[in-house]
């Protein structure tokens, strides 16, 4: 069974950053696509960036792109989600999940095999 495990949240002042991991176990992670969502409160879960199993694809939502990068690692089954230039509006709970199905299934949010716990990330003006 794949399990997925982030670590890294924490405070930060606006324009600052963080960096968070998702280590996933149970399966190689080569074989599935990676993604980052986020759920501020009162506010419904949102697609962040996912990775390619082969770490070759990536995608963004326009409100990250140019300040998030994703990345993976298969040979530590970790993905990585670095976050530069944070800004309030980043304040969320944020979810690792996999599907093997991809990165484009991994955006439309629908049914997907795995989630993480969720690692909170606080930005303060």
């Known amino acids: 069974q794949v399990q997925l495990v982030e670590s890294g949240g924490g405070l930060v002042q606006a324009g600052g950053s963080l960096r968070l991991s998702c280590a996933l176990s149970?399966?190689?992670?080569?074989?599935?696509?990676m993604g980052w969502f986020r759920q501020a409160p009162g506010k419904e879960r949102e697609f962040v960036a996912a990775?390619?199993?082969?770490?070759?694809?990536?995608d963004y939502s326009d409100s990250v792109k140019g300040r998030f990068t994703i990345s993976k690692n298969n040979a530590k089954n970790t993905a990585y989600l670095q976050m530069n230039s944070l800004k309030p509006e980043d304040t969320a709970v944020y979810y690792c999940?996999?599907?093997?199905?991809?990165?484009?299934?991994?955006?439309?949010?629908?049914?997907?095999?795995?989630w993480g716990q969720g690692t909170q990330v606080a930005v303060s003006s």
């Open positions: 149970g399966r190689t992670s080569s074989i599935f696509a």
């Open positions: 999940s996999a599907d093997h199905r991809g990165t484009t299934w991994l955006r439309s949010n629908s049914e997907i095999e795995c």
């Open positions: 990775i390619s199993g082969s770490g070759a694809t990536t």
